[in-house]
């Protein structure tokens, strides 16, 4: 079993920063995993932010957060982190990390390519 916790989140003006950590513990191989993060707010579905490949030598990030966010990760801490910058109201959500099930694929978008989550992290936008 792997459990992923979440930490960071809170409440931030807008155009604060903002990072996200995820922290990989139990049964796993984090080092060989690529990590995602997605975020639900109220009455949405769960929506893809970004992920990194098992290496950290590949990224992927959601159109409209080309540039805002960025995602990284520490292999020897079995953490992935997600840099929040320039946060803008409509980024208010529970953020989420998981793993995918497939170890040293690609990376994926969806959020059934993923198997172990996180209870996720709140994040608050003021205006």
């Known amino acids: 079993q792997v459990q992923l916790v979440e930490s960071g989140g809170g409440l931030v003006q807008a155009g604060g920063s903002l990072r996200l950590s995820c922290t990989a513990s139990?049964?796993?191989?984090?080092?060989?995993?690529?990590m995602g993060w997605f975020r639900q707010a109220p009455g949405q579905e769960r929506a893809f932010v970004a992920a990194?490949?098992?290496?950290?030598?590949?990224?992927s990030y959601a159109d409209s957060l080309k540039g805002r966010f960025i995602i990284s990760r520490d292999n020897a801490k079995n953490t992935v982190y997600l840099q929040m910058n320039n946060i803008k109201p409509e980024d208010t959500a529970v953020y989420y990390c998981?793993?995918?099930?497939?170890?040293?694929?690609?990376?994926?978008?969806?959020?059934?390519?993923?198997?172990?989550w996180g209870q996720g992290t709140q994040v608050t936008v003021s205006s």
């Open positions: 998981a793993s995918e099930k497939i170890v040293g694929g690609p990376i994926h978008q969806t959020t059934s390519a993923y198997d172990y």
């Open positions: 139990g049964r796993t191989t984090f080092t060989y995993t690529n």
């Open positions: 990194i490949s098992w290496s950290g030598g590949r990224t």
